[in-house]
């Protein structure tokens, strides 16, 4: 069984470029969740994605967008980025509904300058 | 809204001795409950979580947390502290109501000492 990949591991841009993260979710599950987690702080949920659809967003601006394809696997796209992005970004996949384990991948460290 | 505070955001204790990590919450009800560990540069492991049933949860690695509605808490204890027990621990709840977000505490770094 293959866990959570996020791809690429590292990533640094300058402010006020577009970055895409990527995530292949464990196998049989449909849904992907994202979080932000900045240096020393707890994640921070941005959105849900179930079935192709957007199922939840945190408190994030609408630059922050993400898709999520037929094979489960997901985006997250940030525009117009800000030094405050600079972050680890945890994708998490899980099963839909109750309160089924999110399992996380090992993160994207983005680093805006 | 629910919230999640984590007292204490170092922890140190000595190897063999018993490890108590704080955990409480604030929801309007009854919430999923979970525990996960963040080694350096990795993601989240669950530890154990609480949904419903007998409110002493077991978990991986020797953990344990108990569910206490009267305190709004759920800390985490493991009788004897490893030195690899060394990590970032995360409380965190989701409403069984919604839709499975996570809501994470700030953390609390677990350091053993030899």
């Known amino acids: 069984e293959t866990g959570v990949t996020q791809s690429p591991t590292h990533l640094i841009k300058t402010r006020g470029q577009q970055v895409t993260l990527r995530c292949s979710s464990q196998?049989?599950?449909?849904?992907v969740s994202w979080y932000q987690q900045a240096l020393g702080q707890g994640p921070q949920f941005i959105f849900q994605y179930y079935r192709e659809e957007e199922n939840g967003r945190g408190n994030f601006p609408p630059r922050f967008s993400g898709l999520q394809f037929p094979n489960y696997s997901s985006e997250l796209n940030v525009n117009a980025l800000e030094l405050d992005d600079s972050a680890l970004y945890l994708c998490?996949?899980?099963?839909?509904?109750?309160?089924?384990?999110?399992?996380f991948g090992p993160g994207t460290r983005l680093t805006v300058l | 809204a629910q919230s999640v505070t984590q007292l204490g955001s170092h922890v140190s204790v000595s190897e063999g001795a018993l490890v108590l990590l704080r955990c409480n919450y604030s929801s309007s009800v009854p919430p999923y409950l979970f525990w996960y560990v963040q080694y350096p540069n990795q993601g989240l492991q669950l530890l154990l979580k609480?949904?419903?049933?007998?409110?002493l949860v077991k978990g991986i690695n020797g953990f344990e947390a108990e569910f206490k509605k009267s305190e709004t808490s759920f800390h985490l204890t493991k009788p004897s502290a490893h030195m690899s027990d060394a990590a970032e621990y995360f409380c965190a709840v989701s409403d069984p109501g919604g839709y499975n977000k996570l809501i994470f505490g700030a953390g609390t770094r677990l350091a053993v000492h030899p």
């Open positions: 609480y949904t419903t049933g007998a409110t």
């Open positions: 196998s049989g599950h449909n849904t």
């Open positions: 998490a996949s899980s099963s839909a509904g109750g309160p089924d384990t999110q399992y």
